[in-house]
């Protein structure tokens, strides 16, 4: 079985880019869904696509799955048409909304998948590798949330797929069962797969992903590493505890030079500032016993609202 992956594997590279998304458009109506995007995915890449509710990130999803044709644009996946793509096994989609048949055990949802393909991945190394071997001969109607999602991962992993894409696939999960799943997503990216996922846990990019594409009404506004998404909003976080603290406080706070955003609980106070020299030197005049000061640089959360917000000017694309 590797040497079939390693074969297929190298004439997929050699066919150009994993994903390649040119002049990508879709509109419903008024709203323009997706609008000019322009995207391109290497082969073995984890890539996470972020962005706040109506950014275009699944009507993006869909397209390159060939689940909805573009209005204008291109897409491809390792230099085939999606449609091709999907029917030689090359794309294995885990989707949020994917519903499984109650009365059918793990074991024969997988196996009933796997039939589906030409040269599909071994039955039990599926159920192995998505760490739910244990429950295979488990109904559906009798798994959790987590386990629900975990039968939706072999079920995408069963095609052996060269590109796997994922949309909130630690939903419902817990703690310990999230970090299990991205334990065995490493084992399958090391193998030089592409993995293109989709998550509203921010520490999950920060901590999986090689690159982050950021989407705000339809366009991308951020692309690159973590730390290069995390430059692109510029400033920094300082946080300290005002003794005190009153209606008063807020209002100072508030006025001091450079600050962008503030949030108050108590005496402790977390202020994003553009300038965080001068917005400190401010404080610490305007409130002497100002104490605990730490300054921080912006996390991608911080990132994130900044550059999804929607008075937020469009940087230039972080350099690749």
Known sequence: METTQATRGTRDV??????????????????????????????GEVVALLGPNGAGKSTTVDMILGLSKPDAGEVTVFGKTPGDAVRAGMIGAMLQGGTLLDDLTVR??????????????????????????????????????GQKQRVRFAVALVSDPDLLVLDEPTAAMDVGTRREFWKSMYSFTESGRTVLFATHYLEE????????????????????????????AGGRTIRAVLPDATGETERLVATLPAVTDFELRGERAAISSSDSDATLRALMAAVPAVHD????????????????????????????
Do not use: C, W
């Not at 050699?14 to 082969?43: C, F, M, N, Q």
């Not at 590798?129 to 009798?142: E, L, M, P, S, T």
């Not at 640089?297 to 940087?315: I, M, N, R, Y």
């Open 14 to 43: 050699a066919a150009g880019a994993a994903v390649r998304l040119s002049g990508l458009r879709k509109h419903y109506g008024e709203v323009r869904a997706v609008d000019g995007v322009e995207l391109t995915i290497a082969p």
């Open 108 to 145: 024969e949802t997988v196996r009933m998948v796997a039939k589906l393909h030409r040269t599909p991945m071994p039955l039990e190394q599926a159920l192995r590798q998505a760490g739910i071997d244990d429950i295979a001969d488990r109904r559906a109607n009798k798994l959790s949330g």
């Open 205 to 232: 990019a920060e901590e999986f992903a090689d690159r982050v594409v950021l989407m705000r009404s339809g366009r991308v506004v951020a692309d690159g590493s973590v730390a290069q998404v995390r430059a692109l």
């Open 293 to 320: 000061i730490e300054i921080s640089a912006v996390g991608l959360e911080g990132a994130f609202l900044s550059l999804t917000a929607e008075d937020h000017t469009e940087p230039e694309e972080a350099a690749r």
